[in-house]
């Protein structure tokens, strides 16, 4: 059944998950979301997206009331609906801070595979290490009678928060790990909606079909070719601080060579978020596993690099305020300083991993009292780091500042004008650490202007 126009479900209804429910039900795919957590399916179901996403709400409403959308936590429906089931649960990074967590992987596709009833495909989204669509191949083989038929596939994702809506509907390319013509016409069909819409567009979405290893190690590959691109960008603005060079002249400059590209070279705070961090760190583990561990030892100078940018501003911070730094770093009791931005980047409000809030906790506990404002993610940093005071705008963060910090490039901050700022601080002083400001019009307004 449903070869043509298969019926899906996507288990797990994170950021992942949720984002794919709600775009493929808008091609016009029947549509069930899965997720063990019942508050976030009440949610879903009234209409409540659980993340910040651009467009995603109307989207979501809109699909509801068509009837092509619904959100349950019973496994069994879920196995019963559909034809195809997209595993999208999370893979957190292990307590030992290198591998990653597989359980809920483990968990989902234990139950999904113990209610099946008939042929289906199971495909794994979620990012993973490189082996476990075999492993999730043998566990759906323990777990369902042989000649129920069901397989497995691997194909990851690649959105970008803030992006997700039109990373879903419009991406790059779809990559599929595959075994079998049944498999591979499945995942034709489940993609068909996105071919369709592209062709509307005049646009074409390559499609890499592939072996389970290959597909998996795409997407760790791909993040981890980004994070390095973020840090050799930073490890220039290393060089050029020590030079008096510009950074963000450089970038520009060797951004015009097609083969470099002028993207994902913006040097600054460097890079957060649930995904690169903690990627780069699971795919040196697994190498090592494999016994390929040279060959990627320079991801933890990626991760290095990555990990100064944020010590960078402490220390920047303590030569601007005039304070010097002892044996256990800087002393900034008795200053106050505004940090705008808690997010890992701006349109969206995931505090995961965020450099800005990492900054502000250093900030923190180097004595200084820290005032926090950001557009989206005030709750979440709350959450995360409640001993910090959080502000209800900019203006109230910077007031009686001795120094600002810019630490994620919201619109908001880019635009914000240094003369009525610089009547509210104690000290015209501002640390631009994502090189996002005009720093020409600082200056004119008499600010110490410093980018990273
Ligand atoms: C990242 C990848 O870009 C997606 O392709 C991937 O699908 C996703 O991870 C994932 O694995 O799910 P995301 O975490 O949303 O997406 O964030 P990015 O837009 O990649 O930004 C990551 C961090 O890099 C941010 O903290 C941002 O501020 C920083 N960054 C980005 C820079 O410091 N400089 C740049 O030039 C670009």
Redesign the pocket.
Known sequence: SGASRPRVTFLGTGYLGATYAICYAELGYEVLGYDVDADKIAKLNAGEVPIHEPGLDELLRRNLAAGRLRFSTDIAETADFGDVHFICVGTPQRADGMGADLSYVEASVTSLAQHLTRKALIVGKS?VPVGTAEWVEQLVGKHTPADLGVEVAWSP??????FAVDDVLRPNRIVVGVKSEWANGMLYAAHKGLFDLAATEDREVPMVVTDFATAELVKVA??AF?ATK?SFINAMAEVCEAAGGDVTQLARAIGYDPRIGNR???A?????????PK?IRAFQARAQELGAGEALRFLHEVDLINLRRRTRVLHLAAELLGRRSGPAGPDLSGTRIAVLGAT??PNTDDVRDA?ALAVAALLHKAGADVHVYDPQGMENARRAVPELTYEPGINEAVTDADLVCVLTEWADFRNADPSVLGDLVAGRRVIDARNCLEGALWTQAGWEYRGL
């Not at 600054?268 to 690169?276: D, R, S, T, V």
């Open positions: 990012t994702e690649f959105l970008q928060e803030g791909a993040n980004l973020i994902f070279l913006q600054g705070l460097g890079f957060g978020g649930a995904c690169l990627d890992f980047k450099p």
